[in-house]
């Protein structure tokens, strides 16, 4: 077959020319294709202009001799010129092996393929927009070719497309955003410059609504954010600027839900610049969006409370997490604890998950939110809430308590975090009480074990959350409490309460209420045992931080109500030496501490019944230790009972310890505490038990430094004779008091000498075992 005249119209020296390998040669022949195609533009055949561009085509530019190809990508070129406006009505016989020609192993033939589409793009403009997609895929695999002229070529085209776009109103976003979306994954540079400068570009036509789409691209332009190339992050750090000011201008049409878990991820990245920038992307949905983003409570609270322990290396990051952190913890309200009760009463076939109703906006009158809806949240980071919002925006609070719960395990956490954790976990019983004590039994071990920590605030904080536990009316052990007693001692350390009699009477309220806290809910007494456990278990930590403890509890909940039932529980410990130890820690901060000062003044005076039952609640468990139990009776000044007590000393075990305590009392009497007691030392006739009771304590005293400063204060005390007035003879106001207080002391002497008849009994079981196991060592 004649090869010349198969490609006929084409003139045999034009088919030569284009198979030449000058350059020079096939422009020439470029140069008679135009003028042929004008030829038929002017004759309007159709027929001949498919002719001629379909052997260009196939017998040139998709033929297996390079020169060929050039010849075919020059004689296309040269067509759309011929062509002018009509050159749409061919495109796609135009473009189609040019795109092919990309894909080439020369990069020379690369270049010339470049040339030709700009050339076959500048004559078409708008009517190249159909074809879009097909030129940007072509584009992109030309912005990371390795041959220079090549790029510099794709650039010039590159522009060239943006022109059109951006003069152009028809352009097809809804069918180019799958292809940006595949795109934007590229892990090569020059392929991510080149999305990013489209993306610039498309977002800068006014008549290009891309922020619909944003959930789509989000999560590429954050990846994109951390590229080595400082050029691209500044690109892409300049574009994702540009979406959050549109935001900002139009929140009411952004799709916060749909990208909420995207900033979730991306505010976790190692990438200090990614976190930065997703950090306040988060801070500025939250505060726009408001109560839209309480399903993604949890995912927020994964990443943002990390990033509250950072130090001043990542300050900008942690200033805007303690923000985010604050605001979403705003949106949480009183009516959440109610919404779960508001859905039972709305009889809906089916109701949507908070992803579904948020992501699928319905009509207005099935609850969902609508552009209107979201409006709302742009005035203000909390929004009122309705009846059908309640349906659904809810707070996830299972799911923020299991990653609270997970901070608070992880040992590896900054104090701030921890810190924020307990604001947390203070903020939801605030405010969802009913809802988050179906989550106390699961949080309370690890919030008592939070009070081993090292920070005195992070402890300060975790008691008030354990305080607020204690103390809230929805902590009724009606529905919320353990089931049964037994679920107070879980543990195999647990202090051993054994109940008395008649007080498991009443189901589970036997060892969880005590019937001296009636203020206080049924976690109160399980937090009391529980706590006493904790101290047992621990005695660095009751040696360390028993008093900080059990002083700051005294601001925070009801004083007496914590002296009173831990002296009920103490009183029935069996590890003697730990209550001993325990009675003497609480001794020492009642007569010490400034937190006590009103619950002094009510035991000193014991006027009422109630500060006469705690003394006798106190005294009963202050008999672990028996000076201790003496300095009760000098606080509440029963003179003739401390007198009673200190001569059954001479019957007990006098060791080191006892000593050391005897002391310590004597230090005491010299403090401000006891400034009453030194005065009544004055009134010789109505207080001779007192005076009878110092000198006990002198006679207990070896010739020590406390001996010499007790001796040296009873040598101050009057003749009596001297101290003589006229109404003398009249009973003093104290002696009215002790007789009239109805007490009887003499049952508590007769507990006294038993309950250290039980620590004598301890001491020589636990001296046995000593001293057998001295002897097996010896054997």
Not at 65 to 72: I, L, W
Not at 271 to 285: G, H, V
Not at 578 to 588: G, P
Request: proline share 4%; with cysteine; glycine share 4%.
């Amino acid at each position: 077959m004649n090869a010349e005249r198969d490609l006929a119209p084409l003139a045999p020296s034009v088919v030569r020319a284009l198979n030449d390998k000058l350059y020079e040669k096939r422009k020439v022949a470029a140069l008679e294709i135009e003028k042929l195609v004008r030829e038929f533009v002017a004759q309007n055949n159709t027929s001949q202009i498919k002719h001629v561009i379909q052997i260009l085509s196939q017998e040139f530019a998709l033929s297996q001799h390079p020169h060929s190809r050039k010849g075919g990508l020059i004689g296309l070129a040269a067509c759309s010129i011929a062509l002018g406006k009509d050159s749409g009505l061919y495109l796609k016989e135009l473009i189609e092996p040019v795109l092919t020609c990309f894909n080439d192993a020369d990069s020379r033939l690369r270049y010339y393929a470049c040339e030709a589409l700009y050339n076959i793009v500048k004559v078409a403009r708008g009517s190249v927009l159909p074809h879009f997609n097909v030129l940007f895929d072509g584009l992109s695999k030309l912005a990371a070719d390795p041959d220079p002229n090549v790029k510099s070529g794709s650039e010039l085209l590159d522009r060239l497309l943006k022109d059109i776009v951006t003069e152009s109103n028809q352009f097809d976003l809804v069918g180019f955003i799958p292809l940006l979306r595949e795109r934007i994954y590229s892990n090569n540079q020059y392929a991510r410059q080149f999305i990013i400068s489209w993306i610039l570009v498309l977002e800068s036509v006014p008549d290009i609504n891309l922020l619909d789409y944003l959930p789509e691209i989000l999560d590429g332009l954050f990846q994109i954010l951390g590229d080595n190339s400082k050029e691209i992050r500044k690109m892409c750090e300049v574009a994702l600027g540009e979406f959050l000011k549109e935001i900002k201008k139009n929140p009411s049409s952004v799709k916060f839900a749909e990208m909420a878990n995207i900033l979730v991820i991306h505010c976790q990245a190692a990438d200090d610049l990614i976190q930065l920038t997703a950090m306040c992307w988060m801070r500025e949905f939250i505060q726009l969006a408001g109560r839209v983003m309480l399903p993604y409570s949890s995912g927020i609270l994964t990443a943002v409370l990390p990033c509250l322990s950072y130090d001043d290396r990542k300050k900008n990051i942690k200033e805007v997490a303690n923000v985010c952190n604050q605001s979403l913890m705003k949106l949480v309200i009183p009516e959440d604890d109610e919404m779960d009760e508001a859905k039972q009463s709305m009889t809906l076939p089916a109701e949507p998950t908070s992803e579904e109703s948020l992501s699928k906006p319905e009509a207005a009158s099935s609850g969902s939110l609508d552009a209107s809806g979201d409006s709302n949240f742009s005035n203000s980071s909390v929004f009122t809430v309705t009846s059908s919002e309640r349906i659904q925006v809810t707070l996830n609070l299972d799911g923020i308590v299991q990653v609270l719960d997970c901070h608070l395990h992880d040992m590896s956490i900054g104090m701030m975090t921890r810190i924020a954790v307990l604001k947390w976990l203070y903020h939801l019983y605030i405010k969802t009480p009913r809802k988050m004590f179906r989550h106390t039994d699961s949080l309370f071990p690890i919030l008592l074990r939070t009070l081993s920590d090292e920070s005195d605030e992070v402890i300060l904080k975790d008691l008030e959350v354990l305080a607020e536990i204690a103390s809230s009316p929805a902590g009724q052990t009606e529905g919320h409490g353990p089931s049964d007693g037994s679920d107070v001692r879980p543990g195999p350390v647990e202090l051993h309460v054994p109940a008395r009699a008649g007080q498991l009477s009443s189901g589970m309220k036997g060892l969880e209420c005590s019937p001296s806290t009636p203020t206080m809910n049924s976690y109160f007494y399980k937090f009391m045992i529980n706590l006493l456990k904790r101290f047992s278990s621990e005695r660095k930590l009751l040696e360390t931080r028993g008093a900080f403890i059990i002083r700051q509890l005294c601001l925070l909940l009801n004083a007496e109500n914590i002296f009173h039932s831990m002296a009920d529980i103490l009183l029935r410990e069996e590890d003697l030496k730990f209550a001993s130890t325990m009675v003497h820690t609480l001794n020492t901060i009642l007569l010490t501490s400034s937190e006590l000062f009103q619950l002094r003044n009510q035991l000193k005076d014991l006027k009422t019944p109630e500060s006469r039952n705690l003394f006798c609640c106190l005294y009963r468990s202050w008999c672990h230790n028996p000076v201790t139990t003496v300095s009760l009776c000098f606080l509440t000044q029963n003179y003739k009972h401390a007198y009673d007590l200190i001569q059954k000393f001479g019957d007990l075990e006098v060791t080191v310890d006892f000593l050391t305590e005897v002391d310590k009392l004597v230090q005491l009497i010299e403090c401000p505490i006891f400034t009453y007691l030194r005065l009544q030392l004055l009134d010789v006739k109505n207080n001779p038990y007192l005076i009878k009771a110092l000198y006990g304590l002198l006679m207990l005293l070896p010739q020590s430094s406390a001996f010499q400063l007790l001796s040296h204060r009873l040598q101050c005390v009057p003749n009596p004779e001297l101290m003589q007035t006229a109404d003398s003879t009249k009973p003093s106001a104290g002696f009215k008091r002790a007789s009239a207080s109805n007490i009887d002391y003499t049952e508590l002497l007769q507990h006294f000498e038993k309950v250290q008849n039980k620590h004598l009994e301890a001491r020589h079981q636990r001296a046995g075992r000593a001293e057998q196991l001295d002897r097996r060592v010896v054997l």
